[in-house]
């Protein structure tokens, strides 16, 4: 019975924590307003602040192509997902802070549109996200849950998939750092 219940005592607390933790303050749309003197790639891509973009796994693929010669960094999450929700504040600083240099995009994934909206309204982001309610581009990278940062390099190839939350934003820069070159 112990053995059972330890694992589950420990998911439930990192759940919790994950949840209930407030990571900082939702950064101001009006901090992503230098990302539209970014190099053109970029500079487009920004130009889509917190839009849901259809096209699914064909319009993420084309993106990350017209990306290429910039290493890109996407997040994959849901409104539903309380880590998602801990996370978010840290990808809004960092692509504010590296939009310049590294492409983000976002995957929502198994979310309706009112609610990912809702969601974005809350945590606007100075990048697209990709509409994926089937999880076929999830299931493309062979990410299992959410949230999950998938790290592609300058020539589009899949250096990394992070599967989980961040605990802290300094472990996300250190993989940007890391894998987003």
Not at 117 to 131: A, G, N, V
Not at 149 to 172: C, S
Request: proline share 8%.
């Amino acid at each position: 019975m112990l053995r059972l219940a330890l694992p589950l005592l420990c998911g439930a607390a990192l759940l919790c924590a994950c949840a209930s933790g407030e990571p900082g303050k939702s950064e101001s749309p009006s901090s992503f307003a230098k990302l539209q003197d970014a190099p053109p790639p970029l500079a487009a891509l920004y130009k889509q602040p917190s839009k849901l973009l259809k096209g699914g796994q064909d319009g993420y693929e084309d993106a990350l192509r017209k990306l290429r010669g910039y290493p890109v960094v996407v997040n994959a999450w849901a409104s539903w997902c309380g880590p998602c929700r801990f996370e978010f504040p840290f990808f809004q600083r960092q692509a504010a802070k590296r939009g310049k240099e590294v492409a983000f995009l976002g995957i929502n994934s198994g979310d309706n549109d009112g609610d990912a909206m809702r969601f974005l309204d809350e945590y606007p982001l100075p990048f697209p996200s990709y509409k994926d309610p089937d999880q076929k581009i999830l299931g493309r990278v062979k990410a299992v849950g959410l949230p999950s940062t998938i790290f592609y390099d300058r020539k589009g190839k899949l250096g990394f998939l992070h599967q989980g939350v961040y605990a802290d934003e300094a472990k996300l820069a250190a993989d940007i750092e890391r894998y987003a070159r």
